[in-house]
């Protein structure tokens, strides 16, 4: 299973993004997929995540200007990002929680990530 971010790049305050994430490869199902980020000398933090039923949570700092999206045909988790500040300037990875066979517990996947610039 392998998971590609994509739509990450360079953006002004105030504008916005919409950064996608799509899973292939062989497997069952997919449960929860989402979204971190991990900025310069952090940490990564939780952003975002949305279940296959298309219920969605949200980190504090991103409510009200991100929303968290998927596609269940296509396997693939959206980000849009709208009112950009310079704090979301970011590494913004996506992972899914994947079913690999039928009654089998769900594994943690991660995408390779995709860069966020928020600057003037």
């Known amino acids: 299973v392998q998971l590609q971010a994509s739509g990450g790049g360079l953006v002004q305050p105030g504008g916005s993004l919409r950064l996608s994430c799509v899973a292939s490869g062989s497997f069952y199902s997919i449960n929860v997929m989402g979204w971190y980020r991990q900025a310069p000398g952090n940490s990564r933090e939780y952003v975002a995540t949305?279940?296959?039923?298309?219920?969605?949570n949200y980190a504090d700092s991103v409510k009200g200007r991100f929303t968290i999206s998927r596609d269940n045909v296509k396997d693939t988790v959206y980000l849009q990002m709208d009112n950009l500040k310079p704090e979301d300037t970011a590494i913004y990875y996506c992972?899914?929680?994947?079913?690999?066979?039928?009654?089998?517990?769900?594994?943690?996947?991660w995408g390779q990530g995709t860069l966020v610039t928020v600057s003037s």
């Open positions: 949305i279940t296959s039923g298309g219920s969605t």
């Open positions: 992972y899914a929680h994947v079913v690999r066979y039928s009654g089998w517990s769900a594994n943690v996947e």
